[in-house]
C-alpha cells in the first residue's frame, strides 16, 4: 500500500528538497460549497475513499492466518467527522478541493475502517501542502494561509449540523494538521457551547494537546477531559507516538507544549484507564508510507499478503509515558525470534535511508491502535446515547 507521503512531512527539513523552488502562487481555489456533495472527500450513501475495502489477514504468533473480512454497518447510529493530515502534493500553498490520490489512500487508511459503526464525514479543505511546508522548512517564502484551512473545516462542520447531524452524537477524528484544525474547531465552536452535548468524544491523533500535569482537564480545551474508560463521554483521546526504546530527542517537535505547567495530552487506546497493554493494531501491509522503509515479509517463509491491512496479535503493546518534559505513547514490538512472524514494524519517518527521530512513529500514530479507536467509538456511542 502506497500511503502517499501523507502522514510524513508536515515540516520536514528533507535535504533534497531544500533545493525546491517554491511554485508561483496564483489566487486561491474557489472556496468550498459543502451543500454540494463534490466538495466532501467522504459522505455516507455513496462508494468513495471511506468505503475502501479494509479486510485485513491476521496473523497469529504460530504463524497461521485468516482473512478477516471487513463489514460497514447497515444502519450506523452515530456518525463521525474526520479531518485529514498533511498529504495535498499540490503545487501551491493550500491545496485546491479536487480529491486526488493522496487524499483519497490517506481516507482509505486511517477513516474507512470507522464505518464498521458509524457514517463517516470527510470534508475536502484547502489545507497547507506539503509544497508550501517544504519551502518554509528551505528558508524560501510560501505564504500558506492556515486560516483558510480552518474555516474550510468550520463551513463543513455547520453545514454537517445544518443538514446531517440531526441530534446524532457525533466523534471528531483527526491526525497531524487534522487534529490541529478539530483543536481549533473544538476551541472555538465546541467547548463551553451547546453543541457539546453531541459531542461522543474527540481523538485528535498526532498533534499535542495541552492539558495541566497531573490532570485530565484545562489548557487547551476548558471542559473536554481526557477519556479515562471507554464509557466516557464527551471527552478527548489524544497522543503522538514514538518507540519505547527511542523517547522523543530534545528537538522533537511532539509530545511537548510550550506553557508552564502544562504537559502534552497522552490517552492510551489500548488501556485508557492507564499502564501497558497489548493494542489492536491494523498495519499497512506494505509500509508505513512513501517516507517509511518498506515492510519486509510478514513471515519467515515469505508468504504474500494479498489484504492491504495486516493484524498481528499481541505483537505491539502500547502505553503511555514520559522522558523528560516529553509526554508519549510508548510503543513496545514484543518481538519473539523463536516465531516466524516478523519482528520488525515499520514507521520511522527516513528520508534517504536515514531515520528522524524527532518525528518517533508518526506514520503509524492510528495503525497502532486503529483497532481500539474504532471500539472505543462505539463503545462511546453506545453510552451516549443511553443517557440520552
Given at each position: 500500500m502506497k500511503m502517499i507521503?501523507?502522514?510524513?512531512?508536515?515540516?520536514?527539513?528533507?535535504?533534497?528538497?531544500?533545493?525546491?523552488?517554491?511554485?508561483?502562487q496564483p489566487a486561491p481555489a474557489a472556496a468550498p460549497d459543502y451543500t454540494q456533495d463534490g466538495d466532501w472527500l467522504c459522505r455516507p450513501g455513496r462508494t468513495d475513499a471511506c468505503s475502501a475495502?479494509?479486510?485485513?489477514?491476521?496473523?497469529?504468533?504460530?504463524g497461521s492466518r485468516r482473512t478477516e473480512i471487513f463489514t460497514a454497518a447497515a444502519d450506523p447510529k452515530f456518525d463521525c467527522f474526520y479531518v485529514y493530515p498533511t498529504v495535498s502534493l499540490d503545487p501551491t500553498p493550500n491545496s485546491d478541493l479536487v480529491i486526488g490520490p493522496e487524499?483519497?489512500?490517506?481516507?482509505?487508511?486511517?477513516?474507512?475502517?470507522?464505518?464498521k459503526y458509524c457514517r463517516v464525514f470527510a470534508p475536502m479543505y484547502r489545507q497547507v501542502t506539503l509544497t508550501?511546508?517544504?519551502?518554509?522548512?528551505a528558508g524560501k517564502p510560501a505564504n500558506p494561509d492556515r486560516a483558510m484551512a480552518y474555516n474550510d473545516v468550520?463551513?463543513?462542520?455547520?453545514?454537517?449540523?445544518?443538514?446531517?447531524?440531526?441530534?446524532?452524537?457525533?466523534?471528531?477524528?483527526?491526525?497531524?494538521?487534522?487534529?490541529?484544525?478539530?483543536?481549533?474547531?473544538?476551541?472555538?465552536?465546541?467547548?463551553?457551547?451547546?453543541?457539546?452535548?453531541?459531542?461522543?468524544?474527540?481523538?485528535l491523533l498526532g498533534t499535542n494537546v495541552a492539558v495541566p500535569a497531573g490532570k485530565d482537564v484545562g489548557g487547551d480545551l476548558k471542559s473536554i477531559p481526557l477519556c479515562r474508560k471507554d464509557s466516557q463521554?464527551?471527552?478527548?483521546?489524544?497522543?503522538?507516538?514514538?518507540?519505547?526504546?527511542?523517547?522523543?530527542?530534545?528537538?522533537?517537535?511532539?509530545?511537548?507544549?510550550?506553557e508552564p505547567g502544562m504537559v502534552a495530552a497522552c490517552t492510551n487506546p489500548a488501556a485508557l484507564g492507564g499502564g501497558k497493554a497489548v493494542s489492536d493494531a491494523y498495519l499497512g501491509t506494505t509500509g508505513a508510507g512513501l517516507a517509511s522503509a518498506k515492510q519486509g515479509?510478514?513471515?519467515?517463509?515469505?508468504?504474500?499478503?494479498?489484504?492491504?491491512?495486516?493484524?498481528?496479535?499481541?505483537?505491539?503493546?502500547?502505553q503511555c509515558t514520559t522522558s523528560g518534559t516529553f509526554s508519549y505513547l510508548a510503543v513496545s514490538v514484543n518481538a519473539d525470534p523463536?516465531?516466524?512472524?516478523?519482528?520488525?514494524?515499520?514507521?520511522?519517518?527516513?528520508?534517504?535511508?536515514?531515520?528522524?527521530?524527532?518525528?518517533?512513529?508518526?506514520?503509524?500514530?492510528?495503525?497502532?491502535?486503529?483497532?481500539?479507536?474504532?471500539?472505543?467509538?462505539?463503545?462511546?456511542?453506545?453510552?451516549?446515547?443511553a443517557k440520552r
Open positions: 507521503a501523507a502522514l510524513t512531512l508536515l515540516a520536514m527539513p528533507l535535504p533534497a528538497l531544500a533545493q525546491a523552488q517554491p511554485a508561483p475495502n479494509q479486510d485485513a489477514t491476521v496473523i497469529n504468533a504460530d487524499e483519497r489512500a490517506v481516507a482509505a487508511f486511517q477513516a474507512a475502517r470507522f464505518a508550501a511546508l517544504q519551502a518554509l522548512m468550520k463551513a463543513a462542520w455547520d453545514e454537517y449540523l445544518a443538514r446531517d447531524n440531526k441530534g446524532r452524537g457525533v466523534v471528531l477524528i483527526g491526525h497531524s494538521q487534522g487534529s490541529g484544525v478539530l483543536k481549533l474547531l473544538l476551541q472555538q465552536e465546541i467547548d463551553g457551547k451547546p453543541v457539546q452535548k453531541q459531542l461522543i468524544s474527540a481523538m463521554t464527551g471527552c478527548l483521546i489524544s497522543y503522538v507516538s514514538f518507540r519505547d526504546n527511542a523517547p522523543p530527542p530534545e528537538n522533537s517537535r511532539f509530545g511537548v507544549v510550550p515479509p510478514w513471515t519467515s517463509d515469505g508468504a504474500p499478503v494479498t489484504t492491504a491491512f495486516v493484524k498481528v496479535p499481541g505483537l505491539i503493546s502500547t523463536a516465531d516466524p512472524r516478523t519482528d520488525t514494524i515499520v514507521g520511522d519517518v527516513s528520508v534517504l535511508g536515514k531515520i528522524l527521530p524527532d518525528w518517533g512513529l508518526h506514520l503509524i500514530d492510528m495503525p497502532v491502535a486503529m483497532g481500539n479507536l474504532v471500539t472505543i467509538a462505539d463503545k462511546q456511542a453506545r453510552a451516549w446515547a
